[in-house]
């Protein structure tokens, strides 16, 4: 099955830097990329994703990019704020298959605790 | 638009006792429904997933089930808790024919 490896597992940066968060995963057949924020004792939210159709996408402050040559995919946020520390889960999933029941099955990384100060 | 509802909210539960969690969606029809566990507040782990009505597939062995009895309904059950069930239960559900998930407010489960 879908292997997704995240790193780092913590990032501390000053308030306006940039912060840099990576997954590779193992099946090449994974044609969906989305990354989840997750603020203690909150749900994860949707923050962005993309598709293997495209390289890059872009949301102000936000921005994701794919490589499926090396089967990488990153997140990108500038201009980091203090509301912008959680949890950050990359995720990676399968199109659909015989019978359907691979289409959704995200398989996530372990999470990545950024902490951005003021 | 669409909700997705969780209770309860928190949970205290004795080991050996039984446990029934519950998810409603609002606001659409023939959802594919989950139910995630995250453990130490990090890693989701995928426990079971359904695509319709009474249809319910496991991804891991454990002493928990799962039933779907309405199309937006998906209950998750135990019938004797473990000290190792407990974590934050997430159910998630996403529109048919789409690829975004979306996760309910979830259950924060303590076995003691």
């Known amino acids: 099955g879908e292997n997704v490896e995240q790193h780092p597992s913590t990032l501390s940066v000053q308030e306006g830097d940039s912060a840099v968060i990576k997954c590779t995963y193992s099946?090449?057949?994974?044609?969906?990329f989305p990354w989840y924020k997750q603020e203690l004792g909150k749900r994860p939210q949707l923050i962005i994703d993309i598709r293997s159709n495209v390289g890059e996408k872009k949301d102000q402050r936000i921005a994701v990019t794919l490589n499926k040559t090396a089967k990488h995919f990153s997140l990108h946020i500038t201009e980091t704020q203090p509301e912008d520390s959680a949890v950050y889960f990359c995720?990676?999933?399968?199109?659909?298959?015989?019978?359907?029941?691979?289409?959704?099955?995200?398989?996530f990384g372990q999470g990545t605790i950024l902490t951005v100060h003021p | 638009s669409q909700t997705i509802h969780q209770w309860p909210a928190t949970l205290v539960q004795p080991v050996g006792s039984p446990l029934s969690l519950e998810c409603t969606v609002e606001g659409t029809s023939n959802p594919n429904l989950y139910w995630y566990r995250q453990a130490a507040g990090r890693g989701l782990q995928l426990l079971f997933y359904s695509v319709g009505i009474g249809q319910i597939s496991s991804e891991v062995p454990q002493n928990l089930s799962a039933s779907r009895p309405q199309d937006r309904q998906f209950i998750l059950s135990s019938k004797k808790l473990l000290l190792s069930d407990s974590g934050f239960y997430l159910c998630a559900w996403r529109r048919m024919g789409a690829v975004a998930l979306f996760f309910g407010p979830g259950t924060r489960l303590t076995v003691t």
């Open positions: 099946d090449s057949a994974s044609n969906y």
């Open positions: 995720a990676a999933s399968r199109p659909r298959g015989a019978g359907g029941t691979s289409y959704g099955k995200l398989t």
